[in-house]
C-alpha cells in the first residue's frame, strides 16, 4: 500500500490541516478586497462592473469555503479513529476549515447587503 493513501487516516488528517491553512489564504485576500474597496462616509462596499473586482472577490469566497469544506469532511472522517496517529491535525483542520466556511459565507453576505455599484 502507498504512504501517502487517502485510505489511511493519519494521511487524511495531514490533508485535512493542509486544506484548512490554504484556505485562510483566500479567505484573507477576499477580506482585504473589500475592506480595499470599503467606503466609511457612505458605509458601503463600492465597486464597478468593469473592473476585477467582482469575479476576484467571487473566486477568493468560493475557493476558500471549498477548500474549508474539504478540510471539515476530512478532519472528521479521520479524528477519532483508532490507527490516526495525527489526531491533533483532524481537529485543527476540522475547526479551522468550520470556522473558514462560516467567515467566507459571512464576507458574502456582508458584500450582498453593503454593495453599492457606481
Sequence with gaps: MARSSLR????????AMGAALFSVVP????ILLLLRNWD????KIIYGFSGKFLPMLGICIVLAALSGAVAVVMGLNSAG???NDQERRSWIGFFLGG??????IIVAIA???LRFTL
Design 8 to 15: 489511511r487516516y493519519d494521511v487524511q488528517a495531514t490533508y
Design 27 to 30: 479567505l484573507i485576500a477576499g
Design 40 to 43: 466609511p462616509v457612505l458605509g
Design 81 to 83: 479513529q483508532r490507527r
Design 99 to 104: 470556522a473558514v466556511v462560516t467567515s467566507s
Design 111 to 113: 458584500f450582498l447587503m
